[in-house]
């Protein structure tokens, strides 16, 4: 999870591509790789998803979302700055309300002081509950969705040889002569799979199921 920044590959893409800035701030590069440019694309609609939950305290009060109810808008004649943090937020002996109610109405204010929350663990992304059960589905959906799929641009494209291109064509038509097909063709004859010899030649084995492929 990129924001979250839990595994190399999402350290590696913020060190690369949004050095200091915060990644809600970053704009799109020339330079930049397709597989960025498409999480960009997605950005606003990924972070609905997710929310903070308030530990050390030391995500952006504005650029993060940590009340549940979406980013919130820096008051024009606050001291407050850009880089906010939450922790700017507390004193002592918890919350600090007089700063709270600069930036908060009284209802949200409310709500927050109600959670509890721990000081000492660091800041947690988590999955809004509504969409916590599904959620691999939304976020396939998400960046997927169903029109936007289509077959003839995945097989014909610059990014594939011509080679690579005919095979995949054949492969999605089911014209690669693997024992399945040549089968239901009439001919039947004993089959294994030539790499693993453990099941049947078949073309969701031999691309898909196959450990040895
Ligand atoms: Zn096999």
Request: proline letters at 4%; glycine letters at 4%; aromatic letters at 12%.
């Amino acid at each position: 999870m990129f924001r979250a920044q839990t595994s190399i590959w999402a350290k590696f893409l913020k060190g690369k591509y949004c050095r200091d800035q915060h990644p809600s701030l970053v704009t799109n590069r020339l330079e930049d790789s397709r597989t960025w440019k498409s999480m960009l694309k997605k950005r606003t609609k990924a972070e609905q998803l997710f929310i903070w939950e308030i530990g050390e305290g030391r995500k952006n009060v504005w650029l993060d979302n940590w009340t549940g109810e979406g980013l919130i808008s820096p008051p024009t004649d606050s001291h407050f700055n850009s880089t906010t943090q939450k922790s700017d937020l507390w004193s002592a002996n918890g919350w600090n309300q007089q700063a709270l109610q600069n930036i908060l109405d009284n209802r949200l204010i409310n709500t927050i002081m109600k959670k509890p929350f721990d000081r000492y663990r660091k800041d947690k992304l988590i999955v809004k509950k509504k969409v916590s059960q599904t959620f691999l589905a939304f976020i396939a959906n998400l960046c997927f969705p169903e029109s936007e799929i289509s077959w003839t641009k995945c097989v014909w494209n610059k990014y594939l040889s011509p080679s690579m291109a005919f095979l995949s064509w054949k492969l999605l038509y089911g014209f690669i002569p693997t024992d399945d097909i040549l089968k239901l063709k009439g001919l039947r004859g004993p089959s294994r799979c030539c790499l693993c010899k453990c099941e049947e030649e078949s073309l969701p084995h031999l691309f898909f199921k196959c450990y040895q492929a």
